[in-house]
């Protein structure tokens, strides 16, 4: 089989079997997999910056928030319907993406992490400064009647988990496709020698910025949906620790392979659901497994598949 | 309260913010300079400075004073002990490799932390000063035609605070002084400008670099034990103590020592003051902004030069 | 995996008595509801979301404590409908994301009969839309004003604590009246914090005072003396309240800021929940005042209930651990887990709660509930339950610190408390 078929193959093959365990899981695995397969779709947004450009931004809760809030904030007081809900968070992400990206990108490196994450912190405080519109902290619930799209009721445990699963089909092939585009190639470039990507013509900032975008758009994607599906919107999404996660997802399933924040996120949860009932202190599994992962696999669980078997994993 | 008063008093804590700010940020910047190394698990260190003086303070006897002095003294040794150890363990496995040592560190903040909540609990608690006058301080105004002497409510400081700001400039000396003078400073510049060229003249970078994280793990520990007085230590305090070091160390420009403590100073007196002017929350916006700001438009730092 | 517990009642004659007065109790009941009693012996399953990390921990250490104590009672009574009740309990980690994680597991997975928890309010609203969606009963102890202000829904009730609204507007006419008219108030720039603002404002209005200064402290803030400087010279009385771990540094920087001359301080023992006041540089506080859900020192008028709820939970007179006395409880706040348990166990009776079928009869049942009496299962005091809105309203107590002791000054009637109501949740479908 050539490559590109086993490229297909593999990610198909993942939606199918998704697919497949929505009729056989028991209803907490259900749940559980609903829920982690929209915070991969954060974590997929995350990976192209990360993963395929090279920048590491902590300051992603940014867009994930602005995500939910573009959708939470006009369902509450402009009494839209969820489709065009969604629209508008998606909407948030892009803009807040370009205007971060623009800003941030002057700077590279460390400096990057820290502008980012103070962004991200800006808009965190911005959230509890209007606090009248956003209740702040405490948050909102989007009720259930609010949750109808296209007559569909989106609180329902089976519709939540085919929802789930074509917002990360949807950002996983767009993953795939961009990364495999001529664009993509050029991120991987960049991220390789930014240097040379630039002595061959490319206008590097600008493909930073698409990147930016990019990425902030399929994280905002993922908030706005969490939101919906899960009925409420707070400030806590907005929070460091939320910039955080999607990196550990990445760098646990393997950055720079469109499967890895799958594995990630998949492998992240039920590590801390199983270790929650050992221990109070269920991070500390989190952080060993770090450094374990640095020390051992410091290319993730889809890098070490990368390495060993597949050596075509995109 | 007046604004002569209030611009005083918002300048007293600021300072105070300052100096401990100084202490952390310079740890960070040490290590970051000679190293080359981001510690992300930098506030967990002033956050274990300030558990370890809770500890010791709570089982030596003696009076507070005699129980702080200890902590001062025990606290930021066991602190740069441990750091050493998770150089020669971890650091150095990793060729300090700047990526992989941020996510190695990432993972040793969690592990810090979570110890932490297992063996010290998740309470806050405090440690008692060794002395803390309350400390008012006078006003002049201009009544009746001429300059009189009163005591604003309010505008006051203790003696305590103003320990840690004189400690820690007497600190921050001791850790120029090293620097510039001692043979060991010398090592390390050496070993910073190039590590390589360092290990052929036969300086043993390795145990230099140890060495190095120690001392600015200690630093740490001693912005947490100077601090835990005034504040509680809890094992969540970390968090935002890493934050703002961060910025005092970027926006001091990476690596330069002196920049970090002009830095430590902007930071620390405009955090008290912006607080003036604005509501609270707002304050902390607009700081936050500026700052990145200033990082968007000179991403070198205030005080860093072009070639870093 | 999770942490389970269950109480066995010890087999004495006494015990064995009592369980006999609950079985004739139990012939009361329907016929199918003894029915149902004598087909399962299973225990009664309840999740127990606790704060057992992040910024409610010290909450999540007495919430737990208290909540183990009343299912060891209730137990000792010989349960509920015969059966005994587990409690599972799970970490919340203080944040709404997992809070709403937990609640699923509760459903799904521990196939637990109800959800009870917590105090943070973004907690309860993160996980009150799934508790609805999953149909899984959900008993918070909050005292946030979420359940009355009809922002949840027909599955999550607050039977065993004042909320926030509640509390606040009863204090009005106690410090407009013995403290000053002047107010500026000191409280924490999130929802909490708001809810504190408006309604405290507007009822301090209605007594014909006004707040001269409102200073909201940004989240997370670990120094506050820069903010004192607001508070204007014309200010009679300081009202304050804090949450978080910088509480300690919170109120003693506001004594530092004063020095010897204060104004008039009425707090909320928020402020310093869970915290000695006997810690250094909290001298200053003796003489002023604080709202206590349920007084934390033993008071002299202490009630037969009050002094066997902490020996139940495991409390000395001044509101300490009875084995460490540095260890101090969150005893404005947690009797609400005690009630709110007791409250689940009278509707599981009244409604002859047999299994995960009969969920939608218990909220019917405890929807019914109206006057509850002062007792052993209610030692905070004597409340009233309000079906429509979900929300319980009891009486508020003030205390003034008197030699480093908070002694009862005021007590505000329920008929304080009681405001408009918000919502007719019964109008809801299950």
């Given amino acids: 089989m050539s490559e590109n078929g086993k490229i297909i193959l593999l990610h198909t093959g993942l939606i199918a079997l998704l697919l497949a365990l929505n009729f056989i899981l028991p209803a907490y695995h259900h749940g559980n997999i609903a829920r982690v397969m929209v915070l991969a779709s954060y974590a997929i947004g995350y990976n192209i910056l990360l993963g395929y450009t090279g920048l590491l931004s902590l300051g992603h809760a940014l867009f994930f928030a602005a995500g939910m809030y573009g959708m939470g904030l006009s369902i509450r007081h402009l009494g839209f319907s969820p489709a065009p809900a969604l629209m508008m968070g998606i909407a948030a992400g892009a803009l807040v993406s370009v205007a971060i990206g623009a800003l941030a990108l002057r700077t590279s490196g460390v400096a990057f992490m820290i502008v980012t994450l103070m962004f991200a912190q800006a808009g965190y405080l911005t959230i509890l400064l209007f606090g009248k519109w956003t209740r702040g902290d405490e948050g909102f619930v989007i009720q259930q009647a609010e949750r109808i799209l296209w007559g569909i009721d989106l609180s329902d445990a089976n519709n939540r988990y085919l929802a789930a699963l074509v917002l990360f089909a949807l950002c996983l092939f767009a993953a795939l496709w961009l990364v495999r585009h001529p664009v993509g190639r050029v991120f991987v470039a960049i991220r390789e020698n930014e240097e040379r990507a630039q002595l061959l013509g490319y206008n590097v900032f600008l493909y930073k910025l698409a990147a930016v975008v990019a990425s902030g758009t399929i994280s905002a994607a993922a908030g706005a949906s969490y939101g919906l599906l899960f009925g409420y919107a707070g400030a806590t999404f907005a929070t460091v620790q939320y910039s955080i996660f999607p990196l550990l997802w990445v760098l646990l399933g393997g950055m720079g392979t469109v499967i890895g924040p799958f594995l990630g996120a998949v492998f992240m949860f039920y590590l801390i659901d199983l270790s929650s009932g050992i221990t109070n202190a269920y991070m500390l599994i989190a952080g060993v497994a770090l450094v374990l992962l640095t020390l051992f696999a410091p290319q993730g669980i889809g890098g070490e598949f990368r390495r060993r078997v597949w050596g075509w994993l995109p | ?308 | 995996m999770s942490k389970t517990s269950e109480s066995k009642p010890p087999i004495s004659r006494r015990s064995a008595l009592k369980t006999l007065g609950v079985g004739a109790g139990a012939a009361a009941l329907p016929m199918w509801a003894r029915y149902a009693n004598a087909q399962t012996s299973e225990p009664i399953r309840i999740g127990f979301q606790k704060h057992a990390t992040g910024i409610g921990a010290s909450y999540g250490r007495w919430y737990d404590r208290t909540s183990q104590a009343a299912v060891k009672m209730i137990n000792a009574g010989g349960g509920i409908n015969g059966r005994m009740v587990e409690l599972v309990t799970e970490d919340d980690g203080t944040d709404p994301k997992r809070g709403a994680e937990v609640v699923e597991k509760f459903a799904t997975q521990h196939k637990c009969d109800v959800a009870f928890g917590t105090l943070f309010s973004h907690v309860v609203i993160g996980s009150a839309p799934r508790a609805g969606e999953l149909k899984l009963p959900y008993f918070v102890v909050s005292e946030g004003h979420h359940v009355a202000s009809g922002m949840l829904n027909r599955y999550t009730l607050q039977p065993g604590i004042t909320d926030v609204k509640s509390q606040v507007q009863a204090m009005a006419p106690f410090v407009a009246s013995n403290l000053g008219k002047k107010v500026t108030m000191i409280f924490p720039d999130f929802a909490f914090g708001h809810d504190h603002r408006d309604y405290f404002s507007a009822a301090i209005e209605a007594q014909g005072g006004e707040v001269v200064q409102m200073i909201a402290i940004p989240p997370a803030e670990t120094s506050f003396t820069k903010y004192f400087p607001k508070i204007p010279r014309e200010t009679e009385v300081i009202y304050h309240v804090m949450v978080g771990p910088a509480v300690l540094t919170f109120v003693k920087e506001l004594g530092e800021f004063f020095g010897p001359s204060r104004p008039e301080i009425f707090g909320f023992i928020d402020s310093l929940e869970a915290v000695d006041l006997a810690s250094p540089g909290l001298e200053y506080l003796e003489g002023t005042y604080f709202w206590e859900g349920n007084p934390r020192y033993a008071q002299a008028d202490q009630s037969e209930y009050d002094k066997n709820f902490r020996a139940a939970v495991g409390v000395d007179e001044n509101g300490a651990s009875v084995n460490d006395s540095k260890d101090i409880s969150t005893y404005a706040h947690m009797f609400g887990c005690w009630e709110t348990l007791n409250i689940i166990k009278a509707g599981m009776e009244s409604s002859g709660y047999a299994g995960p079928q009969d969920r939608s009869k218990l909220i019917e049942a405890v929807e019914a509930i109206t006057d509850i009496p002062h007792s052993n299962a209610h030692p905070q005091g004597a409340k009233l339950f309000n079906g429509k809105t979900h929300q319980v309203f009891g009486q508020q107590y003030i205390t003034k610190v008197t030699n480093g002791k908070l002694i009862l000054a005021h007590t505000a009637g329920i008929e304080d408390t009681l405001y408009p109501d918000e919502v007719d949740y019964t109008k809801q479908s299950f």
Wanted: hydrophobic share 60%; no cysteine.
């Fill in chain 2, 1 to 308: 309260m007046d604004f002569g008063p209030y611009l005083m008093l918002a300048t007293l804590e600021g300072a105070v913010l300052a100096a401990v700010l100084a202490l952390m940020a310079s740890g960070l910047s040490l290590v970051f300079g000679v190293m080359r190394v981001v510690n992300v698990a930098h506030g967990e260190l002033y956050m274990l400075g300030a558990v370890f003086a809770w500890w010791v303070t709570s089982f030596v006897g003696g009076g507070p004073a005699v129980a702080f002095v200890a902590a001062l003294i025990i606290a930021p040794l066991i602190v740069g002990a441990l750091a050493v150890l998770a150089d020669i363990t971890i650091l150095k496995r990793l060729e300090y490799d700047p990526e992989r040592t941020i996510v190695a560190t990432i993972g040793l903040l969690y592990i810090m932390q979570q110890v932490t909540l297992m063996t010290y609990g998740a309470d806050a608690r405090p440690v008692v000063p060794p002395f803390n006058t309350r400390l008012a301080i006078p006003w002049l105004e201009w009544a009746d035609g001429g300059l009189q002497v009163f005591w604003p409510w309010g505008l006051s400081i203790t003696s305590y605070k103003l320990f840690v700001i004189v400690a820690a400039v007497v600190v921050l000396l001791g850790i120029r002084l090293m620097m510039t003078r001692s043979r060991i400073g010398l090592l390390m510049r050496a070993s910073q400008l190039d590590s390589e060229t360092a290990q052929a003249f036969g300086i043993p970078v390795e145990r230099i670099y140890a060495l190095v994280f120690g001392i600015g793990a200690a630093l740490a520990a001693l912005a947490g034990v100077l601090i835990v007085p005034i504040q509680q230590a809890h094992y969540l305090m970390g968090g935002d103590a890493l934050l703002l070091s961060f910025i005092v160390v970027i926006i001091g420009g990476l690596g330069s020592l002196g920049g970090t403590i002009v830095a430590a100073l902007l930071i620390g007196l405009s955090d008290g003051i912006i607080s003036v002017f604005f509501s609270p929350t707002l304050a902390k916006i607009i700081a936050t902004i500026l700052v990145a700001l200033v990082l968007v438009f000179r991403p070198q730092g205030l005080f860093g030069g072009r070639a870093r």
